[in-house]
T-cell receptor, first 112, second 116 residues
């Protein structure tokens, strides 16, 4: 079992709809959870981080964390073609602030 | 402009020929890290550094060395590269060392390495 698992996609969503990206993790001691966006040929950029159970909203993005079920999700409302990218879920390893484990990413495609 | 720079951006080399990929940040960040990215495997951490002269292994350190003699620089050294080290490499830096950290992790532009 991978430490951080994501569906590789591609996930195709019509423009204006809600895109839902999911991630599960295996280490119950993990405390910090991140979503990065990576455009093709570019470096990852952080779009959301969440530490507490529940929802965290930032503009069109909402991160959801459920530690009991060990999953974290990212919702993108009003999806735009510019949201087409690979989304990487990342989780700190145990109680360490230094070791970050990334999922292999979900490719999202927003169709006009 | 706040940034992380890496050099070279592209490199083709042969097995066994030592190489160094440089990484430099201008944000006075304490924490720096190296990752490699391979298709289907995502980003995997190679080494990280909490501060000058403090480095530690990530998940895939075999075949790599690092040093942190200055706060701004964190070079990645491949003493004897092999074809399985062909990959896309990213350097990253972050202000905070401890959790929960509020600052984002800034990534460099990446270095594409091909080892023949």
């Amino acid at each position: 079992q991978k430490e951080v698992e994501q569906n590789s996609g591609p996930l195709s969503v019509p423009e204006g709809a809600i895109a839902s990206l999911n991630c599960t993790y295996s280490d119950r001691g993990s405390q910090s959870f991140f979503w990065y966006r990576q455009y093709s040929g570019k470096s990852p950029e952080l779009i959301m981080f969440i530490y507490s159970n529940g929802d965290k909203e930032d503009g069109r993005f909402t991160a959801q964390l459920n530690k009991a079920s060990q999953y974290v999700s990212l919702l993108i409302r009003d999806s735009q073609p510019s949201d087409s990218a690979t989304y990487l879920c990342a989780v700190n390893k145990g109680s360490s602030a230094s070791k970050i484990i990334f999922g292999s990413g979900t490719r999202l495609s927003i169709r006009p | 402009e706040a940034q992380v720079t890496q050099n070279p951006r592209y490199l083709i080399t042969v097995t066994g020929k030592k190489l160094t990929v440089t990484c430099s940040q201008n944000m006075n960040h304490e924490y720096m890290s190296w990752y490699r990215q391979d298709p289907g495997l995502g980003l995997r951490q190679i080494y990280y550094s909490m501060n000058v002269e403090v480095t530690d292994k990530g998940d895939v350190p075999e075949g790599y060395k690092v040093s942190r003699k200055e706060k701004r620089n964190f070079p990645l050294i491949l003493e004897s590269p092999s074809p399985n080290q062909t990959s896309l490499y990213f350097c990253a830096s972050r202000k905070d060392r401890d959790m929960p950290y509020q600052e984002t992790q800034y990534f460099g532009p990446g270095t594409r390495l091909l080892v023949l």
